[in-house]
């Protein structure tokens, strides 16, 4: 891990010890990110409470969802959410060999044709400017329906929200996936960029 742009602050007070104890609790360790944005605690809670939100939306595939936060991760170079989505994908029973793949998704076999047309989508919304078509748009509409396209869009725009907050800040892998075993993902070709 290396040094963050913003220094983490010392969590501290009530409210610091229920994090600590809960992020202990579920993730075996206090992420990094929490010490950063422990310098504007409403921000912190505000984003957290947004991601926890986000947790309980169900009309929309979670093998999805969670491999489009890892493709926008892939694309910014956010090390952090990439590495904390493959853990959360353990976790959650997901494909592994698929989660694995995000990186380079576009060379690998592992993926079905919706997974390709919504990890597409992911990178598309991700570009700036962003390159989401119609047919994009209407492919995903007709497999997926209208509630549960509103709901990967939102994460998709989440997974930005949250990716690019780390790159900016420097937040990187706190090695969520290693502490549990898993493989490493392989590196996403840097020259690349989403077709």
Request: charged share 25%; glycine share 6%.
């Amino acid at each position: 891990m290396t040094t963050t742009r913003v220094p983490p602050a010392e969590i501290t007070g009530l409210n610091g010890a229920v994090i600590k104890r809960f992020a202990r609790k579920t993730l075996g360790t206090v992420p990094t990110a929490l010490g950063v944005l422990w310098h504007n605690q409403r921000v912190l809670r505000s984003t957290a409470g947004l991601g926890g939100k986000i947790k309980k939306w169900d009309t929309c595939d979670e093998s999805l969802k969670t491999f489009a936060h890892m493709a926008v991760a892939s694309l910014v170079g956010c090390s952090w959410c990439l590495d904390f989505n493959y853990f959360e994908a353990h976790h959650k029973k997901l494909d592994m060999d698929k989660a694995r793949e995000i990186p380079r998704w576009r060379e690998s076999d592992a993926f079905t044709p919706l997974e390709r047309d919504v990890l597409a989508y992911a990178e598309a919304m991700t570009q700036t400017e962003p390159t989401v078509t119609d047919e994009m748009v209407d492919a995903l509409l007709r497999r997926l329906g209208p509630a549960a396209l509103v709901e990967l869009t939102a994460i998709i725009a989440f997974a930005n929200l949250s990716t690019r907050t780390n790159v900016a800040l420097g937040i990187e892998s706190d090695g969520f996936a290693a502490s549990c075993g898993l493989k490493p993902l392989p590196e996403r070709d840097r020259g690349m960029r989403a077709a």
